[in-house]
């Protein structure tokens, strides 16, 4: 710790002319260059990509026409625009050589051509494909279909699901993990301040700081508030007065603006202030003079990215921000890409612009090692159980077995990838206790079956702890978002394409989807 702030510390002893953020000393993250050939950077994956423009500069989007684009995983939402309520057909499969599947069919026509449409869902992705159907007088087995996406998968035995309200209980799964709530650090930063101790204790909000707020969204009253409070405390005041909030492109934002989250006297590290920011994922620091930020001041095992603003003839006719942006190195690049020179008017080009890049930033940080691995476990768990309910509830359909209240998956709207986490766990609680209740009756004593589903319990929350245990604050799972705004999923009836004759070419695929 002393070497990163001697090391500082000497960087501020030779002078201006200061960069924005400087590399840490020891590595870790990277820094945009503004330089580097214009085209907005997007993760390697291919579900990783824009949504389409009529989403994000429709009406009521809340966008100002900039062409700045939200990258988001189209994959999630894929069910929800082309099978939800239309004709379609779902299947579940048990047992295959990737464990549990479950797939969408949907039949198509588009200029006088035929295609079939097919969503294959596996613990670890999704796929997403469209294929004309010529050339063969009959559709291909479901298997067939399935080897068509994934042709290294065996042990194919499919079943339709006969539950009425299947695609609530699949577009709700194929959601989890779409948000449409965000809550970002707000840190000030003064000239030459090099530690987190010195950043969280400022208290004075300067106009040109007081200026900038007001281009990111507008300062509301905390007590009382309807809209997503991003964890902040909303009836008794004990996170401060007030706060920065704004909707963009149907989107709510809640800043933990550090200079208005409580300060506490003769507390160094201002673990008030510490606990919101530092359980964030993505940081704006504002600097109102030309001073460096070096990202790893504040230790934060959740803080993955900073867009760094620094003010230029603020509070002027002629007010412009210089924008950097630095990231822990496995977080892939995330658009829209910096101009050359990084530097914009103050105007709502500026706003759409940083806020772009905000949400893409979480966007992105969601696939860095630490939450990829979360994200992995909380998806297959919830596959799993959409599996075993799709099947009880076509067990129950047909007679053949009655499905309770407790039965019945959790898995409604959810808020992102911790909140689905959260409720994956819950689920996998539930099961595991009720389970060896059943069965330690008949095989142990009383205490003994206690003592083995203590057991049982503590190991699956380890599997919880392990991603949050070295976090102080004890709400640290606060920044799942909670209270986001459901978005609603129409229930349809599982639905059989026609019994015509279709023709199908295995050679040729489209995917354009």
Same mark, same amino acid.
């Given at each position: 710790?002393?070497?990163?702030?001697?090391?500082?510390? *000497?960087?501020?002893?030779?002078?201006?002319?200061?960069?924005?953020?400087?590399?840490?000393?020891?590595?870790? +993250?990277?820094?945009?260059?503004?330089?580097?050939?214009?085209?907005?950077?997007?993760?390697?994956?291919?579900?990783?990509?824009?949504?389409?423009?009529?989403?994000?500069?429709?009406?009521?989007?809340?966008?100002?026409?900039?062409?700045?684009?939200?990258?988001?995983?189209?994959?999630?939402?894929? +069910?929800?625009?082309?099978?939800?309520?239309?004709?379609?057909?779902? +299947?579940?499969?048990?047992?295959?050589?990737?464990?549990?599947?479950?797939?969408?069919?949907?039949?198509?026509?588009?200029?006088?051509?035929?295609?079939?449409?097919?969503? $294959?869902?596996?613990?670890? &992705?999704?796929?997403?494909?469209?294929?004309?159907?010529?050339?063969?007088?009959?559709?291909?087995?479901?298997? *067939?279909?399935?080897?068509?996406?994934?042709?290294?998968? =065996?042990?194919?035995?499919?079943?339709?699901?006969?539950?009425?309200?299947?695609?609530?209980?699949?577009?709700?799964?194929?959601?989890?993990?779409?948000?449409?709530?965000?809550?970002?650090?707000?840190?000030?930063? &003064?000239?030459?301040? =090099?530690?987190?101790?010195? @950043?969280?204790?400022?208290?004075?909000?300067?106009?040109?700081?007081?200026?900038?707020?007001?281009?990111?969204?507008?300062?509301?009253?905390?007590?009382?508030?309807?809209?997503?409070?991003?964890?902040?405390?909303?009836?008794?005041?004990?996170?401060?007065?007030?706060?920065? +909030?704004?909707?963009?492109? %149907?989107? /709510?934002?809640?800043?933990?603006?550090?200079?208005?989250?409580?300060?506490?006297?003769?507390?160094?590290?201002?673990?008030?202030?510490?606990?919101?920011?530092?359980?964030?994922?993505?940081? !704006?620091?504002?600097?109102?003079?030309? =001073?460096?930020?070096?990202?790893?001041?504040?230790?934060?095992?959740?803080?993955? !990215?900073?867009? $760094?603003?620094?003010?230029?003839?603020?509070?002027?006719?002629?007010?412009?921000?210089?924008?950097?942006?630095?990231?822990?190195?496995?977080?892939?690049?995330?658009?829209?890409?910096?101009? %050359?020179?990084?530097?914009?008017?103050?105007?709502?080009?500026?706003?759409?612009?940083?806020?772009?890049?905000?949400?893409?930033?979480? %966007? !992105?940080?969601?696939?860095?090692?630490?939450?990829?691995?979360?994200?992995?476990?909380?998806?297959?768990? @919830?596959?799993?159980? @959409?599996?075993?309910?799709?099947?009880?509830? =076509?067990?129950?359909?047909?007679?053949?077995?009655?499905?309770?209240?407790?039965? &019945?998956? /959790?898995?409604?709207?959810?808020?992102?990838?911790?909140?689905?986490?959260?409720?994956?766990? *819950?689920?996998?609680?539930?099961?595991?206790?009720?389970?060896?209740?059943? %069965?330690?009756?008949?095989?142990?004593?009383?205490?003994?079956?206690?003592?083995?589903?203590?057991?049982?319990?503590?190991?699956?929350?380890?599997?919880?702890?392990?991603?949050?245990?070295?976090?102080?604050?004890?709400?640290?799972?606060?920044?799942?978002?909670?209270?986001?705004?459901?978005?609603?999923?129409?229930?349809?009836?599982?639905?059989?394409?026609?019994?015509?004759?279709?023709?199908?070419?295995?050679?040729?695929?489209?995917?354009?989807?």
């Amino acid at each position: 710790v002393l070497a990163r702030v001697s090391s500082r510390l *000497q960087v501020l002893e030779k002078g201006g002319p200061f960069p924005q953020v400087i590399l840490p000393q020891f590595g870790g +993250y990277w820094i945009e260059d503004a330089e580097a050939p214009v085209g907005t950077p997007t993760s390697s994956d291919s579900s990783f990509c824009e949504e389409e423009e009529a989403e994000v500069l429709g009406p009521g989007g809340g966008g100002g026409g900039f062409g700045y684009r939200l990258e988001s995983n189209s994959t999630a939402r894929a +069910y929800r625009k082309h099978f939800l309520g239309r004709e379609h057909i779902n +299947y579940y499969c048990t047992g295959s050589s990737l464990g549990n599947l479950i797939m969408s069919l949907k039949h198509e026509e588009c200029e006088g051509q035929e295609f079939l449409r097919i969503m $294959l869902r596996s613990k670890t &992705k999704t796929l997403h494909d469209r294929i004309p159907l010529e050339g063969l007088p009959q559709l291909p087995s479901v298997p *067939q279909i399935a080897k068509l996406l994934c042709d290294d998968v =065996t042990g194919l035995k499919f079943n339709p699901v006969l539950y009425p309200r299947g695609s609530h209980l699949i577009v709700s799964f194929d959601e989890h993990e779409v948000n449409n709530t965000f809550k970002f650090g707000m840190i000030y930063q &003064k000239f030459g301040q =090099t530690s987190e101790e010195e @950043l969280f204790g400022n208290n004075e909000e300067t106009p040109a700081f007081a200026e900038f707020l007001s281009v990111l969204g507008d300062t509301i009253e905390l007590q009382d508030f309807k809209g997503f409070r991003g964890g902040l405390d909303v009836s008794h005041g004990q996170t401060g007065s007030q706060s920065v +909030y704004t909707v963009f492109r %149907n989107r /709510e934002i809640m800043f933990h603006v550090s200079t208005k989250l409580p300060f506490t006297e003769g507390d160094v590290q201002q673990l008030q202030r510490k606990r919101h920011i530092g359980n964030d994922i993505v940081a !704006a620091v504002f600097q109102e003079e030309p =001073t460096p930020f070096v990202p790893d001041m504040i230790a934060s095992n959740f803080l993955h !990215a900073y867009v $760094l603003v620094q003010a230029e003839n603020p509070c002027t006719d002629h007010t412009t921000y210089k924008v950097s942006v630095t990231a822990r190195e496995d977080v892939p690049p995330f658009g829209p890409p910096l101009p %050359n020179p990084a530097v914009f008017k103050k105007g709502p080009e500026f706003r759409e612009f940083l806020l772009t890049k905000l949400i893409n930033a979480e %966007n !992105a940080c969601y696939k860095s090692d630490k939450f990829a691995k979360l994200e992995g476990r909380t998806r297959a768990a @919830l596959l799993d159980n @959409l599996h075993d309910e799709l099947h009880r509830q =076509t067990q129950a359909t047909l007679g053949l077995g009655s499905v309770t209240d407790e039965d &019945k998956l /959790e898995n409604g709207g959810h808020g992102g990838l911790l909140e689905s986490f959260k409720v994956s766990l *819950q689920i996998s609680l539930g099961k595991k206790l009720k389970d060896h209740i059943i %069965n330690s009756v008949q095989l142990l004593s009383l205490s003994d079956s206690v003592c083995l589903i203590c057991k049982q319990t503590c190991a699956l929350l380890s599997v919880f702890f392990f991603f949050c245990s070295e976090q102080k604050s004890v709400d640290i799972i606060s920044h799942s978002q909670e209270g986001r705004s459901e978005t609603s999923s129409n229930p349809s009836s599982p639905e059989i394409c026609p019994n015509k004759e279709r023709s199908v070419s295995l050679r040729s695929f489209s995917s354009a989807v």
